[in-house]
């Protein structure tokens, strides 16, 4: 069984533009979250989905979006880019919330 | 608000000598604890958890943890370590007034195996 993907793997970007991050979860999961790491701040919670509802978010400005599609699949988009949103995003993908978070390789964003 | 504290941001150990990685929460609520393993330019791998019943749980690689509510305490230990040991180690909590989805993570602990 495949397991989470992430897309693209490595992003540059220029302040002030948008991006938007993909998220496939492992086959038969319902349930994906995201989260960033970074050096200073460590890995925080952004969003989690299920079944296409935003269940729970993080203290992220509003900059800050995601969505999560009928086949589970999963985006987030940062708007207006900062130098400060340079970060590891890590999504995880579950069979349903409270079983086993299954984390993909993350997208390295930076922002030049 | 839940919170996790790493006591060690590194530890170097010799191979085949034992570890501890210790991990302190903070919740007024019961949680679920659980460690997690990051090897470089990869995601997160489960390592173990503990969600409730005994209270030493054992995960894989050869580690264990040890809930202790009293002290709060969800420690790591390997009682003979290995060179891919190498990587950096988070313990994260779930639940209570956070939701059970959402993991709150502690500053990681770098393991370095020297040989």
């Known amino acids: 069984k495949a397991g989470v993907t992430q897309t693209p793997r490595y992003l540059i970007k220029t302040r002030g533009q948008q991006v938007t991050l993909s998220c496939s979860p492992i086959s038969g999961h319902r349930s994906v979250s995201w989260y960033q790491q970074t050096p200073g701040q460590g890995l925080q919670f952004l969003f989690e989905y299920f079944s296409e509802t935003q269940r729970n978010k993080g203290n992220f400005p509003g900059r800050f979006s995601g969505r999560q599609f009928s086949n589970s699949r999963s985006e987030m988009n940062v708007s207006t880019l900062e130098l400060g949103d340079s970060a590891l995003y890590l999504c995880?993908?579950?069979?349903?919330?409270?079983?086993?978070?299954?984390f993909g390789p993350g997208t390295r964003l930076t922002v030049l | 608000a839940q919170s996790v504290t790493q006591l060690d941001s590194q530890v170097p150990v010799f191979e085949e000598a034992p570890v501890e990685l210790r991990c302190n929460y903070s919740s007024s609520v019961s949680v679920y604890l659980f460690w997690y393993v990051q090897y470089p330019n990869q995601g997160l791998q489960l390592l173990l958890k503990?969600?409730?019943?005994?209270?030493l749980v054992k995960g894989i690689n050869g580690f264990e943890a040890e809930f202790n509510k009293s002290q709060t305490s969800f420690h790591l230990r390997k009682p003979s370590v290995h060179i891919s040991d190498t990587a950096e180690y988070f313990c994260?909590?779930?639940?209570?007034?956070?939701?059970?989805?959402?993991?709150?993570f502690g500053q990681g602990t770098r393991l370095t195996i020297n040989p």
């Open positions: 995880a993908s579950s069979l349903a919330p409270l079983s086993e978070q299954f």
């Open positions: 503990y969600l409730s019943g005994s209270t």
């Open positions: 994260a909590v779930s639940g209570g007034d956070q939701g059970a989805q959402k993991l709150v």
